[in-house]
């Protein structure tokens, strides 16, 4: 019988974001489809809701040693991403990187923030190596879609990971990178009680609420959207903006962190503060999201044109598929090109305020389209289920074909990405003075 563990590197709680959504659901979906296997959940925190199935064990895991010491007991060990002190376990165990967002890139726009400007260059250095570590060790990777996956391949390649032995086992090289997006939940999202509509100071029982249902940070562009939103308010006074987070609850961004008070300061500038948009301070509980998403009308997510975007799986996306609401966004990532293509919504071109005003009013005055929109989205869910999304995780812990470069050839690189990697985050610290920046954490999981 084969032991799982499910490490979240996110916080599991009824205040969580999309990293501890995914461990969460990826614990039930195991559970449910190997129920001859024993399912663990280990958090970094006091997980304050129920285990997300009757035979998944939740735990807590107070430090990375903590963590090492959970993983002892498992077979099969699956994260975001492992410390060094995992090394000890690496002939004994196998471990499933979950690497389902562009992190290199995430913390390349995040680096850009103040706090980094002694150590930036250092730091990255040092997550580069951390990343090295981390597909080293890997003996199975999981991704969020085909352009990831093509990603993690040349990183591989690059690091001499995939030798003949690999290549000839799996030409594909699909049991050897996966692709698992996030995925949507069965049914609809439940409304108890009313939040926003006749709720919130500003917002009528009548009006159109479009919603950001995620947090604000470097690599999304909501000054672009309350451009859009002056051009809108002066066409329409019903249609309303509200952004849902501005809190993580992993300390991600916050209502000081330059995105957020960029975006307020635009929003009073423009005369649009708490009459067209709105701001929740905090971060909505998970098990509440719904009532948010049944009250609004239309989903809003906009970025840049940059490499964050191409490598994106936006999932904020799939909670407005998961709740039927069309979506208004800029094109660049996959999930951008289907909500196009199918439609899903309407999709613009990145910083145009006018093209974005224009899809807010088209989605907001053209009812057949609405419609058209609502009746793709319930098709499209379907397909992303958590249980389909899941599948080839499902069928590796299963017993399927484990296909990557023998643990012998890979553990001297596995020791030298780790001495390079903690020299690395040494001389980021010396060259911070002492005064690690945020997200330090980010590449220590």
Known sequence: MAKILVLSRGVVARDMASTGIRA???????????????????????????????????VRYESQWGSVREMRDHDIIISRNF???????????LFVLDSFTALFIEWMELSKRKAFRKGRKSWM?????????????????ICSNERQRDVWVGALSAL???????YDRDSTLHDLVGVVPYGVPPGRPEHTKQVLKGVVPGIRETDTVIIWNGLLVEWFDAETVIQAMAEVSRARDDVKLFFLGTQHPEWVTGIEAPPVRRAIEL??????????????????????IGNYLNEADMGICTGFDNLEARYSFRTRFVDLIWAELPIVCTRGDVLADRIEREPLGVAVPPEDAQALAAGILRLAGDKDYYQRCQSNLRTVKEEM??????????????????????????????LQHSALYLLGKTLTRVAQRGEPGPFETASLG
């Open 267 to 288: 929003s009073k500038q423009l005369g649009l503060y708490d009459r067209s948009v709105f701001f929740n301070v905090g971060w909505v509980p998970y098990r509440e």
């Open 125 to 141: 250095a040092a997550n580069q190596r951390y990343l090295n570590f981390q597909f080293t060790l890997a003996d199975y990777i």
């Open 160 to 166: 001499g990971l995939i030798t003949p032995e690999v």
């Open 83 to 93: 410390p060094p002190h995992v090394i000890s376990l690496f002939t004994q165990k």
């Open 24 to 58: 969460y659901h990826m614990a039930r979906v195991l559970a449910e489809q190997l129920p001859e296997a024993q399912v663990t959940l280990a958090t970094p925190n006091e997980a304050d809701i129920p285990p997300p199935h009757p035979r998944v064990r939740l």
């Open 385 to 414: 289920r958590w249980e389909r999304a899941m599948a080839p995780l499902v069928e590796f812990c299963r017993g399927g074909k484990e296909i990557a470069a023998s643990k012998r050839q890979r553990l001297l690189p596995l």
